[in-house]
């Protein structure tokens, strides 16, 4: 099986001052890896190059077998995520969101409002269809920009803690959504502090960082770990 | 995929469309009319008081003069200016989501932000035409040019357009690296223009010049059909790389740019210009290896060296201040050398560059109008504080303003009306300029009395606070609602500050350095109580 996501040794440093320490990862596709470690230990910024919002000091990164280039039209379908707020229109309610996004993506206007209609079913968003985004509780908020990233096709997903301001119950809605895309083939890369979605989710972990982060409960139930400075995964 | 590009888009104008706010057709028709209302009441009147004062024979004669000069040189600086404008707002430019949810897709960019773009460029070409329409018809109104020498000229200005859309575009595909080498060219090319006879058959600005109807460069009849043909390769030429240009855009930087400008558009139309200023001012990435803090020399020098490293961590906006106060020492030299109107108007286009390239040193003035409204910080007074925080910008402008001053006097000394090296480099309206060496003292003592009036304007404008409500309240006038206009000058304040302090500074020294000298601190002291109150009132 070929690779989804290979990287090697990415490291990304602005005047000597580290962002990410060398780097390298290799998943298959259906594979999830949830990459853990302290505060600054680099894990945003390693799915910012992943998702090419960030070009590496040295190493490269390869999706699919081609090498990361937001520019390229080919790389942006195949690679979705959630790194921070998605930009929003102020004027546009949900279920118009998820509607233009997915009409964006080649769906008719009947088929992408459908789309939208089975995305907000799925993150339970469906009573609050009509709503803006202003509208919305900082949970919902977090549930309705992942809601964007998954409305899309796409082959690999990053996400950066998903986990953010959700209660147990929305944090089981991730849980049961993403098992339903990575069971559909599609690759997960998220960064995350939450032992239960990791534990729920990640097929591999990357620890960044040495200082040990949450480590303790990295190799639970998952059926490979790593554990490094110079991660490898 | 183009299909399908074109499938998806005509889809996502359909979801757009069915959400009427901000695009309904009456809000598209009352534009218009706004737009429509706006030209007649204020353009036409403004346009004709220009033509008019144009068609003057003494303010003819210098159009004639100086119009191929300024036409080559406002053609460089366009395109320099628009280059490192992309980098802050490009022409490529939707809404945040717009670029997240269309230009993040899978589609070429090439065709997502095809749109945008070619408003963009179409606006510019329209603005080109106008603009250079302008000053065609004042000569061919006086006689001095054949009505299709003046349409001719409109549609170069319409090239010119295109051509400064192009460099818009490069801006924001360029690195920031990149951008600033191409302004750099851009200049260096603009200074051979200038300064070698013979170069215009070979540079686009000499090209444009050469199509000002009227007076104009030697080899301005020789280049003719040749230069609006060369003109138009070069728009082109910006048009055929305009797809590549798209298609190398980087998400991120569409994004942010994105983001920036709804922002500062919110932050405008709530009246807050200088916030929304704020949002195109660049922050440091580089430099972290300087020690901002260091050394001995107790507070003053500490303060000196902590925004002198701060501002050369952005090095972009730190030559452009070094820049701009250049520019406003040659300007100031002009001004004592001028008579007449020339006097004022280069005195304001000196206040206005000197006043914005000292913004870039007055960081600290405003990091001390949001501590003052904030728990006390740091260990010394508010006045104290902005006074610590004035070295940089008053030994900055003093030295680049001086060297600027020096400029002048090499490039206009004992050239009557102006010219030097290849083209006339004249400036004056309804007065002229002769600048002999005697004009340097006085417009160096000058320049160092205005950096320092300018630097107090920026003290007085750092401490303003948000939009006083009742400035909203309605002023009406036989031509409706003037509310408008008081926000407009409340907004502009500062700016016009500048200008009257610089512009009766240098009128005063006509009187002797003596007299100069004495109104520029009689000024100070007006300024300098306006601004204690100010922040006082903080």
């Known amino acids: 099986m070929s690779n989804a996501i290979e990287a090697s040794k990415l490291r990304l440093s602005i005047d000597d001052v580290a962002l990410l320490q060398p780097t390298s990862i290799r998943l298959a596709a259906g594979e999830a890896l949830a990459v853990t470690g302290s505060n600054g230990s680099g894990k945003t910024t390693l799915l910012r190059i992943l998702a090419g919002l960030a070009r590496p000091t040295s190493g490269a990164a390869r999706i699919h077998g081609a090498p990361v280039d937001e520019r390229s039209p080919a790389f942006r379908r195949v690679v979705s995520g959630s790194i921070g707020r998605p930009p929003v229109a102020r004027d546009l309610t949900l279920e118009e969101h998820l509607a233009l996004v997915a009409a964006s993506w080649g769906s008719s206007v009947d088929e992408a409002r ?11 968003l469906t009573a609050l269809r009509r709503r803006f ?3 919305l509780s900082s949970g919902q908020s977090q549930l309705f920009a992942l809601a964007l990233a998954v409305v899309r096709p796409y082959e690999v997903l990053v996400l950066d803690e998903p986990e953010q301001r959700l209660d147990p119950d929305r944090l089981g809605i991730v849980i049961d959504v993403l098992r339903e895309e990575i069971a559909a083939g599609r690759t997960v890369v998220f960064a995350t502090h939450s032992v239960v979605l990791r534990q729920a989710i ?3 972990i990357l620890r960044l960082g040495g200082d040990g982060g949450d480590a303790g409960s990295d190799s639970s139930d998952t059926s490979d770990s790593s554990d490094s400075s110079g991660s490898d995964a | 995929m183009s299909r399908e590009t074109a499938r998806s888009l005509r889809a996502v104008r359909t979801i757009r469309r ?10 598209v028709v009352y534009a218009v009319y706004a737009g429509v209302m706006v030209a007649a009441i204020v353009g036409v009147p403004i346009v004709r008081a220009v033509v008019l004062y144009l068609a003057e024979p003494a303010a003819s004669a210098v159009l004639v003069d100086v119009g191929p000069t300024v036409s080559g040189t406002v053609f460089a600086l366009a395109c320099a200016a628009f280059v490192a404008l992309g980098g802050v707002r490009g022409p490529a430019l939707l809404s945040p989501f717009l670029i997240f949810a269309v230009a993040g897709g899978g589609h070429p960019r090439r065709r997502t932000l095809l749109g945008p773009v070619v408003r963009s460029v179409l606006a510019l070409a329209v603005a080109g035409a106008g603009i250079a329409l302008l000053p065609a018809l004042v000569v061919a109104g006086v006689g001095d040019a054949t009505v299709g020498g003046a349409l001719a000229f409109a549609g170069a200005g319409a090239l010119v ?13 360029a690195t920031a690296a990149v951008r600033a080498w191409i302004v750099v060219g851009v200049l260096a090319t603009w200074v051979v223009w200038v300064a070698v006879p013979g170069s215009s058959a070979v540079l686009p600005w000499g090209w444009f010049a050469s199509l000002f109807p009227a007076g104009g460069l030697a080899a301005g009849a020789a280049l003719g059909w040749g230069a609006l043909a060369g003109l138009g390769v070069l728009a082109a030429a910006a048009i055929a790389v305009a797809p590549l240009l798209l298609d190398g ?10 983001q920036r400008w709804q922002t500062a558009g919110t932050l405008a139309f709530t009246g807050d210009l200088a916030m929304a200023m704020g949002e195109f001012r660049a922050v440091p990435r580089r430099g972290r290896g300087l020690a901002a803090i260091g050394g001995g020399g107790g507070l003053a020098l500490m303060f000196a060296r902590r925004d002198l490293v701060g501002s050369l961590r952005t090095p972009a906006r730190f030559a452009l201040a070094c820049a ?4 406003f020492g040659l300007l100031i030299t002009v001004a004592v050398g ?11 286009a000196a206040a206005i560059a000197g006043f914005l390239a000292l913004g870039v040193w007055s960081d600290g003035f405003r990091h001390v109008a949001e501590v003052a409204a904030a728990p006390p910080l740091y260990g010394v007074s508010t006045l104290r504080l902005l006074g610590l925080h004035a070295a940089l910008p008053v030994v900055g402008g003093v030295v680049f303003s001086g060297v600027g001053v020096g400029v002048g006097g090499m490039v206009l000394g004992g050239v009557p009306g102006g010219g030097g090296g290849g083209v006339g480099v004249g400036v004056g309206v309804g007065g002229g300029v002769g600048i002999g060496v005697g004009v340097v003292w006085p417009a160096l003592a000058a320049a160092v009395l205005c950096v320092m009036l300018l630097v107090l304007v920026r003290v007085y404008d750092s401490a303003k606070g948000p939009l006083p409500l009742a400035l909203m309240a309605p002023v009406p006038t036989p031509a409706g609602d003037a509310s408008a206009l008081v926000v407009a000058a409340w907004q502009a304040d500062a700016v016009i500050l500048s200008g009257v302090v610089v512009g009766v500074t240098v009128a005063s020294f006509a009187g002797g350095v003596v007299g100069g000298v004495l109104v520029a601190v009689g000024l100070g002291a007006v300024v300098a109580w306006l601004a204690r109150r100010r922040v006082l009132a903080g």
């Open chain 2, 338 to 348: 001028a008579s007449g109107p020339g006097v004022w108007i280069a005195a304001c």
């Open chain 2, 324 to 327: 701009g106060c250049l520019g």
């Open chain 2, 249 to 258: 855009l980087r998400g991120p930087v569409l994004l942010s740019q994105a």
């Open chain 2, 161 to 173: 357009g295109v051509v400064c859309g192009g460099c818009w575009l490069l801006g924001q595909r």
């Open chain 1, 114 to 124: 459908e789309r939208a209609a089975a995305e907000l079913e799925r993150w339970q």
């Open chain 1, 202 to 204: 990640a097929s591999r």
């Open chain 1, 133 to 135: 985004p202003h509208e």
């Open chain 2, 18 to 27: 069915a959400r009427a706010e901000g695009s309904s057709r009456g809000d």
